[in-house]
């Protein structure tokens, strides 16, 4: 998925636009008529350059909705940290998720790296707890680039809850199933040449065509600016403020049929 476009996977259909482009600010918006749960996303990275490595705080709030049940869990996300010399991406930092229908809470912690040096790469460690009491359900333990594992502290019984292998292993090539839906301003559409030069290793059309891209959006923004129209997101509402940062809220219930879906 890309900022500005609708697109289904199995069962679940998600829609992510860029709500806004100063600062950068995302919104998602995934639903499943299957499973019957919703999930509603506002991402707002705050990049900081170190020497050798970006780390990116993600802020906005992610919310996790299981309709059955009638439960919606709140949570935040981990930095983000690009390293360049040696090249790696990883998660790091703290995140809390919070159901306020069952009481349940969870506390994890992202680790890059640690005193057994590679081991500790990509590692995540945590527990679920009750609210009321602080009491500790079960330990969370593993690497979320391999597996993750809980372990109920009553009985010791340790179970897989994340198998990143099978998940990839899973993962298909989107493709477009109608071209007459895709809308002109959904990413796969605008930067539609710029991705054929770059398959096509034509490095030099792929740069004149992106400049083409960024050109025009800056001619469209100007001519907005001289009539006093101001941009809006059609699909999202979206607010700011200090104590709350950004939140978007969709404007429809479900996510619609998408033009590019994911084969099974």
């Known amino acids: 998925m890309f900022p500005g476009e609708a697109s289904m996977f199995f069962s679940s259909r998600f829609l992510w636009l860029q709500v806004s482009y100063h600062p950068p600010v995302a919104a998602l918006h995934a639903t499943d008529d299957k499973e019957n749960f919703e999930f509603i996303w506002c991402q707002h990275p705050v990049p900081k350059f170190h020497g050798t490595r970006v780390e990116a705080e993600v802020l906005g709030k992610r919310q996790l909705k299981l309709l059955n049940h009638g439960e919606t869990y709140m949570m935040n996300s981990p930095k983000l940290i690009v390293k360049f010399l040696p090249p790696r991406i990883d998660w790091i930092g703290d995140v809390n998720i919070c159901c306020q229908e069952t009481g349940l809470e969870a506390e994890l912690c992202y680790i890059t790296s640690s005193i057994f040096g590679s081991r500790g790469l990509h590692s995540v460690k945590g527990k679920i707890y009750q609210s009321s009491s602080m009491k500790t359900l079960y330990e969370v333990e593993g690497h979320w680039n391999s597996t993750v594992k809980v372990k109920d502290i009553n009985n010791g019984e340790e179970t897989i809850i994340y198998d990143a292998k099978e998940v990839f292993s899973e993962l298909k090539t989107p493709v477009v199933e109608n071209l007459q839906r895709i809308w002109p301003t959904e990413s796969a559409a605008v930067w539609n040449e710029v991705s054929n030069s770059i398959l ?8 004149d065509e992106k400049s083409s891209v960024e050109d025009n959006q800056r001619k469209l923004a100007k001519e907005r600016n001289s009539k006093g129209e101001t941009w809006v997101p059609k699909l999202f509402t979206v607010s700011y403020s200090k104590e709350d ?20």
């Open 245 to 264: 940062d950004w939140e978007c809220s969709p404007i429809q219930e479900r996510v619609p049929p998408a033009p590019i879906v994911v084969p099974i």
């Open 200 to 207: 096509s290793k034509n490095w030099s059309k792929a740069r």
